[in-house]
């Protein structure tokens, strides 16, 4: 499965909101889609899995919707922690693969 | 608490093998169903590049040609990647990561080791 992200780059200010958008070149079941962030020279973090589930410890600003081949990952209210690159990944089943990625930086 | 941490030179000649430990603390590898190896060239984003499971069956990214081998020690809780034949792209930062341990989150990676950098030179 070929998950495409987009935008590549989203510009925006603190407090605003953001949409990143994942499509699945086919459709993945069960909803079975992660989200991960990743900061500059860090390891991606964990945010979201099963579409729309927070991982332990994820603030509710994050959240994650969609379904089949289609899904989006939102943040209401940008703070300055949350700039930083974040990929979706397909986990339904093998071989597993992740999106190209979209940074979200401060305009 | 669980740690992954990854181990090996950060240089590696290109047409030799790459080699790579992750040492697992705070958790047995016996326990969880899956472990990963994942890479990021510079600038990139993420590749997964294979996996082993419990009873050590493995499946690795079709990409790479089956230049592959990932295995666990389960005496030094630790589990390995081995890359042959290695090209300059291959340069990458190397994670190890935890899969998920609920039924439906195996292919899931909770945990990640801080990553390695290896450099693909001569």
């Known amino acids: 499965i070929v998950l495409t992200q987009s935008p590549g780059t989203l510009s925006l200010s603190p407090g605003e909101r953001a949409a990143l958008s994942c499509r699945a070149s086919?459709?993945?079941?069960?909803?079975?889609l992660a989200w991960y962030q990743q900061k500059p020279g860090r390891a991606p973090r964990l945010l979201i899995f099963g579409t729309s589930t927070r991982a332990t410890g994820i603030p509710d600003r994050f959240s994650g919707s969609g379904s089949r081949t289609d899904f989006s990952l939102t943040i209401s209210r940008l703070e300055p922690d949350d700039f930083a690159v974040y990929y979706c990944?397909?986990?339904?089943?093998?071989?597993?693969?992740f999106g190209g990625g979209t940074k979200v930086e401060i305009k | 608490q669980v740690h992954l941490q990854e181990s090996g030179p950060g240089l590696v000649k290109p047409s030799e093998t790459l080699s790579l430990i992750c040492i697992v603390s705070?958790?047995?590898?016996?326990?969880?169903?899956?472990w990963a190896w994942i890479r990021q060239p510079p600038g990139k984003g993420l590749e997964w590049i294979g996996s082993?499971?419990?009873?050590?069956?493995?499946f690795d990214n079709a990409s790479l040609r089956g230049r592959v081998a990932i295995s666990v020690e389960t005496s030094k809780n630790q589990f390995s990647l081995r890359l042959t034949s290695v090209t300059a792209a291959d340069t990458a930062v190397y994670y190890c990561?935890?899969?998920?341990?609920?039924?439906?989150?195996?292919?899931?990676?909770?945990?990640w080791g801080q990553g390695t950098r290896v450099t693909v030179s001569s």
């Open positions: 990944q397909h986990y339904g089943s093998l071989p597993l693969s």
């Open positions: 705070g958790q047995s590898i016996n326990d969880i169903f899956q």
């Open positions: 990561a935890r899969g998920g341990v609920a039924a439906g989150l195996r292919n899931v990676f909770d945990y």
């Open positions: 082993v499971f419990r009873g050590g069956g493995t």
């Open positions: 086919q459709s993945i079941s069960s909803g079975q």
